[in-house]
Structures are given as structure tokens and as C-alpha cells.
């Protein structure tokens, strides 16, 4: 079943069929429909810093494959691209450094850092060659803070995307957060990918699944707001839990989701990356980076024992998993007070899953 509806009354609204997250079909049209447009975080542009500078990458690693290369010309410009040779399908770069051309160890076609064709021995008899289709691809590729993204084939700009964050939190100096790459973690999850992102998007299951994190959050005060992309869900502190500064001392953590899988979580101590990699139909991976902005407060509030919240929440989402798969479950409703996440996500889904 590849079609459904999502009543937009929250009040009226059923949740998707057990097949949206169990149909293999579903699976691969989710992966072309919502990922492949979206923006996924690729490196730290330190990774690129100066000129010559390359560095392989993957869009989506595990899960779309997609060999891409930054790289900074000699004109101080950066870019992405395909990292696939245009002769035979080799990759071009297979190692970061510091490189004066792109070159194929295969058949030695060389490229220049900006993509463009530059040599290719034995083959001076080809007719209509070079051509433009023997360039690297330029995939599109955008700047947040220290962040590089790139999409396949955006359907909005970055900046569009993530305004509603940027112009929230323009008090927080992102570009000055460091990664400790020691808190830096990988999470095998034996469920779809969507269902992480259900829990995720409320706090509903919060007093239910997480004492330790019920400890530190006023639940009665928890709220979420839908934006056009994602979703921002603000952890209100209780009397004893870390704040961030004023004008935000009450607020423990925000929370935002954009669509599909990628979560930006900031602390009073600094910020949690979460990436949601669709393996397989019925296996997720999620990765956990790690931006240090105040140590001091560290482990402390929302923002500790996110190791232990995750194992909870694992724990969770599988056995949901497997409860999907009953011959007797259909489909649920909604909270409209606590599930207003979930439904805005399965509603984007929906959008994208009827794209031509």
C-alpha cells in the first residue's frame, strides 16, 4: 500500500497502516522520495579548510551510498562532487588531503578540484570528446555554522529549511561549539527508521519510558511546535535541572527534527547531532555527534545520560516493531494534546510518497 491518507484534523486523524512501516516497497519509495531531496549533514568544514584540501564522503552512509567528495579549489572555492569517475565508475578520491587535481587510479582520467575534466590518456581518435558529461557532477551544497550539507536534488534551499532554527537560537554561537569525538556514539536499532522518528517527535511516553529524564523536565510545561519542515519540541526545566541563560533560563533543551531523520539537540552544554540512517526495512542506524559549547555543565539536566535515553528509547521502538508486524493491528489514533509531532511527520511523509 503506497497510497494513504493522513487526516490533516489531528482530532479525526488515524495513523499510517502497519505497511508504511514494514512494506519493503514503502521503504525504497521513502528513501527516493523524502531522502534523496533532503539535506543530510556531510562533514565539518574543517575538513576543507584550506586550499587543495579533499576529503571522500558518503550521502547517507549505509543507507543512500552515494560517493561524494568535497573538495576547496585553488580559488579558495568549495565544492561537491560526484565521486565517481566518468570513464568506468572508479572513484576519484579515495583518501582526504591535500591533492593538486582529482585523479583515477583506474585508468589515470585526472580532474580539476572544481569537477571539470582535465586529461585522459589514449584517447586522442574518441570523437566528441572531451564533453560536458565527462565533468564531475556538482552536487548542491550548503553552509550551516560549521556544518556542510548536501542534497541530491533539494526541494528548498538550506537556509529556507533551517530559518526557523537559525533565527531562534541566534544567541548560541554554533561555530564556536567543539566536537568530542569521545562522545561521539553509533546505534544499531532492529526497527524501521520511521518508528524511531515517531518516538522521537513526542513527549508523550517521557513519564513512562524515562525517570531519569522525567526527573529533569517539567512534562506539564513540555510543548511542541510544528514548523514547515520539522518539528521543535522545547524540554521546560524543573526547579533543580541546567538552563540555558537568560532570556531562556527556564528551557532545559530544544529540540528540532527536519525532515526526514536528522535532529539537532541543544543543551546548556552545547549540542547533540542525531542522523537517522534507513538500513534496511526492519534496521536503522543512528548516530549521536557530539558539539561542546560549555563543559562546565556537562551531564547535568535533559542533556546527561543521553546513552541511557537512547537504550530506553531502542528498547521501545523495537518492540513496536515487532507489534507491528500482528495480523490484527490496522492503524491508531492520535493525542491531539501530546502527538501533534508525529502527525505533522506523517503528513510530510504522505507529501512526498505522492510525488511524481
Known amino acids: 500500500?503506497?497510497?494513504?491518507?493522513?487526516?490533516?484534523?489531528?482530532?479525526?486523524?488515524?495513523?499510517?497502516?502497519?505497511?508504511?512501516?514494514?512494506?519493503?516497497?514503502?521503504?525504497?519509495?521513502m528513501k527516493q522520495k523524502a531522502f534523496a531531496p533532503s539535506w543530510q549533514l556531510l562533514a565539518d568544514a574543517d575538513v576543507v579548510k584550506a586550499p587543495g584540501n579533499v576529503f571522500p564522503c558518503s550521502f547517507l552512509e549505509g543507507a543512500m551510498d552515494e560517493p561524494l567528495v568535497l573538495t576547496r579549489d585553488y580559488n579558495d572555492q568549495l565544492h561537491c562532487l560526484a565521486?565517481?569517475?566518468?570513464?568506468r565508475g572508479n572513484l576519484v578520491c579515495e583518501g582526504a588531503g591535500t591533492e593538486k587535481n582529482l585523479r583515477c587510479r583506474y585508468h589515470g582520467r585526472?580532474?580539476?578540484?572544481?569537477?571539470?575534466?582535465?586529461?585522459?590518456?589514449?584517447?586522442?581518435?574518441?570523437?566528441?570528446?572531451?564533453?560536458?558529461?565527462?565533468?564531475?557532477?556538482?552536487?548542491?551544497?550548503?553552509?550551516?555554522?560549521?556544518?556542510?550539507?548536501?542534497?541530491?536534488k533539494p526541494a528548498a534551499a538550506l537556509e529556507h529549511v533551517f530559518q526557523p532554527m537559525?533565527?531562534?537560537?541566534?544567541?548560541?554561537?554554533?561555530?564556536q561549539f567543539q566536537p568530542d569525538p569521545t562522545r561521539h556514539r553509533e546505534y544499531t536499532i532492529r526497527a524501521n527508521w520511521a518508528l524511531y522518528i515517531d518516538n522521537y517527535l513526542e513527549g508523550f511516553h517521557i513519564p513512562y519510558i524515562?525517570?531519569?529524564?522525567?526527573?529533569?523536565?517539567?512534562?506539564?510545561?513540555?510543548?511542541?511546535?510544528?514548523?514547515?519542515?520539522?518539528?521543535?519540541?522545547?524540554?521546560?526545566?524543573?526547579?533543580?535541572?541546567?538552563?540555558?541563560?537568560?532570556?531562556?533560563?527556564?528551557?532545559?533543551?530544544?529540540y528540532y527534527w527536519f525532515f526526514p531523520n536528522l535532529m539537532f539537540n541543544f543543551y546548556p552544554w552545547g549540542l547533540s547531532i542525531n542522523i537517522v540512517r534507513p538500513v534496511a526495512v526492519d534496521?536503522?542506524?543512528?548516530?549521536?555527534?557530539?558539539?561542546?559549547?560549555?563543559?562546565?555543565?556537562?551531564?547535568?539536566?535533559?542533556?546527561?545520560?543521553?546513552?541511557?535515553?537512547?537504550?530506553?528509547?531502542?528498547?521501545?521502538?523495537?518492540?513496536?516493531?515487532?507489534?507491528?508486524?500482528?495480523?490484527?493491528?490496522?492503524?491508531?489514533?492520535?493525542?491531539?494534546?501530546?502527538?501533534?509531532g508525529p502527525h505533522h511527520f506523517h503528513r510530510l511523509a504522505v507529501s512526498a510518497l505522492t510525488q511524481t
Not at 230 to 251: C, M, R
Not at 299 to 318: P, Q, Y
Open 83 to 87: 565521486n565517481v569517475c566518468t570513464h
Open 210 to 254: 524515562h525517570a531519569s529524564l522525567n526527573d529533569a523536565l517539567d512534562y506539564g510545561s513540555y510543548t511542541t511546535e510544528l514548523l514547515p519542515h520539522g518539528v521543535l519540541q522545547i524540554g521546560f526545566a524543573d526547579k533543580k535541572s541546567e538552563t540555558f541563560d537568560a532570556p531562556n533560563q527556564n528551557i532545559a533543551a530544544f
Open 1 to 29: 500500500m503506497l497510497r494513504f491518507e493522513i487526516d490533516p484534523d489531528i482530532r479525526r486523524a488515524q495513523t499510517p497502516p502497519a505497511s508504511f512501516y514494514t512494506s519493503p516497497e514503502i521503504f525504497c519509495a
Open 110 to 152: 585526472r580532474f580539476d578540484l572544481d569537477g571539470k575534466f582535465l586529461a585522459m590518456p589514449e584517447f586522442e581518435n574518441v570523437i566528441n570528446f572531451p564533453s560536458p558529461s565527462d565533468n564531475l557532477p556538482n552536487i548542491s551544497l550548503a553552509r550551516w555554522s560549521r556544518f556542510l550539507f548536501a542534497s541530491l
Open 166 to 175: 537559525i533565527q531562534r537560537l541566534s544567541f548560541l554561537p554554533v561555530n
Open 283 to 340: 534496521l536503522a542506524k543512528v548516530n549521536f555527534l557530539t558539539y561542546i559549547w560549555k563543559p562546565e555543565k556537562l551531564d547535568r539536566g535533559a542533556g546527561a545520560g543521553l546513552d541511557r535515553v537512547e537504550r530506553e528509547d531502542e528498547a521501545i521502538v523495537e518492540a513496536t516493531h515487532r507489534g507491528l508486524k500482528s495480523s490484527l493491528y490496522t492503524r491508531g489514533r492520535y493525542s491531539p494534546t501530546r502527538e501533534t
